[in-house]
């Protein structure tokens, strides 16, 4: 795994596998639900900061690549539990589910607030439809997130337990990425925005994660177009579409009118050259030679197939720097910093 010139997360593999595809000789995998959440906390310096985790090096998709809490819907997720919020039937029209497909629906919304819990402490329910948990930092919260993690406790029946509601009206739906066909480990995802709920504070709860940080995104953005910070397009995409909003509560409000089509890479071999784009994302877009696999051999921007365009999107905001330093954007308490 490895970088474009910027911090685009680009598998070597890649080409082999879109070549694949092209001669069909790849069954494109069915794509797994699955919901990922951008909490946000106001700093009062000008905008939010968001939450991201570096995932281990070791993992075997997008290994070092930065990303927010999220993961896998859990069939189990579709069990009954006390619910607050827009209604299941709102919330399958919202993510674009079918008539009937509420529990579908619900099971989404529920990944979003038992991943964002298992992977970072922080959980979007409380005692009645008004209110939410203070803190989740006990020992016996710990026990519940480590049995949620194990998958030998379901999170309806650790909402039951405790006598709480899931507050859906907590979610803001913001977007939906679907993983490239060529991609074995494919996943069809939700992504949500939050704010971070007053008295709950973020911590690295995740075997996935060797780092955390809160950090505003447009700084995020700016170490990944200097080739600091690793990351998915649909990682940075979102980030940089949270860059106009002034306070968690600006992204929340502004969440219904968002678009959730899904965006689905396209990938084209033509005389040999492969192209690779997200359709409405053009600074992704990717222009791999015959022969070449490796990312140095590839031109990112928005050049057509005759003419290749240079690889790093451009800062005006950051100065081009020969080294560049280490990012030190806002921590909360024992949260370590990039």
């Not at 000008?46 to 075997?60: E, I, K, Q």
């Not at 607050?84 to 099971?107: I, K, V």
């Amino acid at each position: 795994m490895s970088s474009t010139p910027n911090g685009q997360w680009y598998p070597p593999e890649w080409p082999d596998l879109i070549r694949a595809l092209a001669q069909g000789e790849l069954t494109p995998a069915v794509p797994r639900r699955a919901a990922t959440v951008l909490l946000l906390r106001d700093t009062g310096t000008g905008g939010p900061a968001v939450h991201m985790l570096r995932r281990r090096a070791s993992m075997a998709f997008a290994g070092g690549a930065y990303a927010y809490p999220g993961g896998s819907v859990d069939a189990r997720d579709e069990r009954p539990v006390a619910w607050a919020g827009p209604s299941r039937a709102e919330w399958a029209a919202r993510l674009g589910f079918g008539a009937g497909e509420e529990a579908a629906a619900q099971a989404v919304v529920c990944a979003a607030v038992r991943e964002t819990f298992e992977e970072a402490g922080v959980l979007l329910a409380g005692a009645s439809a008004d209110t939410v948990v203070a803190d989740t930092t006990g020992d016996d919260w710990e026990a519940d997130r480590a049995a949620l993690v194990a998958r030998e406790l379901s999170f309806a029946d650790f909402l039951d337990r405790r006598g709480l509601v899931l507050r859906s009206d907590l979610l803001g739906a913001w977007a939906r990425w679907i993983t490239p066909e060529f991609e074995p480990r494919r996943y069809d995802t939700w992504f949500f925005v939050a704010a971070l709920p007053d008295g709950q504070r973020c911590r690295n709860a995740s075997t996935e994660a060797d780092r955390t940080v809160w950090i505003p995104p447009a700084e995020a953005a700016a170490g990944y177009d200097r080739g600091e910070l690793l990351m998915m397009p649909p990682t940075i995409s979102t980030l940089r579409s949270l860059e106009a909003y002034g306070s968690a509560a600006e992204a929340l409000a502004a969440a219904g009118g968002r678009d959730l089509a899904p965006v689905l890479a396209r990938a084209e071999v033509r005389g040999g050259e492969i192209v690779l784009s997200w359709p409405g994302h053009d600074e992704f877009t990717k222009h791999i030679a015959a022969g070449h696999a490796d990312p140095e051999h590839i031109a990112a921007g928005h050049a057509d197939p005759e003419h290749i365009a240079a690889a790093e999107r451009p800062n005006a905001s950051v100065p081009p720097r020969t080294t560049p330093p280490p990012m030190s954007p806002p921590t909360t308490t024992g949260e370590p910093t990039v």
